[in-house]
């Protein structure tokens, strides 16, 4: 069965200073991991996906993500934080079996807030 | 392109009534998803749809009901409901409803229960 972990599900940074979210996932097959973010009161937009093509994706944003199969990690990166980045962020992985369709497992989340 | 669209967008009900919430997918997807989102929590997985066949059911009670009609639009009904229910309810959608395709969200329903 396919997971992921959010581990910190509160993270502070300063206004033009790295952010890191990290996120661990459990898969059975090759996953596909997906990151979205949740502005308040609002749905949830892709910020990145991973679909085996390459390790290192580029979002939007400003956003990054690199898959490490070795430390089952796909951790979200931005090298500059801005004001704007403040939200809730989702690591997602969707189940390939076959016949299952495409639930998507998610994360608890991680709170971002950039300190001006 | 119009997104996902999802109404009502916010409603109160009062325990023991029913409830139906509405999605539209993207022009051209056929697959649509509803997920529960509890406040706090990631979204959890209910229903998916495509074709207008369950496709999959997350671990929620029979309650919990959905169908899909030929233009692909959703509904989404919970009977009896249980002051738990109160979350914020998305519908998404995706092209053909493969673990593949990256699946796209509405902004939600938000469903509180007094």
């Known amino acids: 069965a396919q997971s992921v972990t959010q581990l910190g599900s509160h993270v502070s940074v300063s206004e033009g200073a790295l952010v890191l979210l990290r996120c661990n996932y459990s898969?059975?097959?090759?996953?596909?991991l997906f990151w979205y973010v949740q502005y308040p009161n609002q749905g949830l937009q892709l910020l990145l996906k991973?679909?085996?093509?390459?390790?290192l994706v580029k979002g939007i944003n400003g956003f990054e993500a690199e898959f490490k199969k070795s430390e089952t990690s796909f951790h979200l990166t931005k090298p500059s934080a801005h004001m704007s980045d403040a939200a809730e962020y989702f690591c997602?992985?969707?189940?390939?079996?076959?016949?299952?369709?495409?639930?998507?497992?998610f994360g608890t989340g991680t709170s971002l807030t950039v300190i001006p | 392109d119009a997104g996902v669209t999802q109404s009502p967008t916010h409603l109160i009900k009062t325990r023991g009534q029913q409830v139906t919430l509405r999605c539209s997918p993207i022009?051209?997807?056929?697959?649509v998803s509803w997920y529960q989102q509890v406040l706090g929590q990631g979204p959890q997985f209910i229903f998916q749809?495509?074709?207008?066949?369950?496709?999959g059911r997350g671990n929620f009670p029979d309650r919990f009901s959905a169908r899909q009609f030929p233009n692909y639009s959703s509904e989404l009904n919970v009977n009896a409901l249980l002051l738990g229910d109160s979350a914020l309810y998305l519908c998404?959608?995706?092209?053909?409803?493969?673990?593949?395709?990256?699946?796209?969200f509405g902004e939600g329903s938000w469903l509180t229960v007094v």
């Open positions: 898969s059975s097959v090759p996953p596909y």
């Open positions: 749809y495509y074709e207008k066949e369950e496709r």
């Open positions: 997602a992985v969707s189940d390939l079996g076959a016949n299952t369709g495409n639930q998507f497992y």
């Open positions: 998404a959608s995706s092209s053909d409803g493969t673990g593949f395709r990256t699946i796209y």
């Open positions: 991973y679909t085996s093509a390459a390790t």
């Open positions: 022009s051209g997807h056929k697959s």
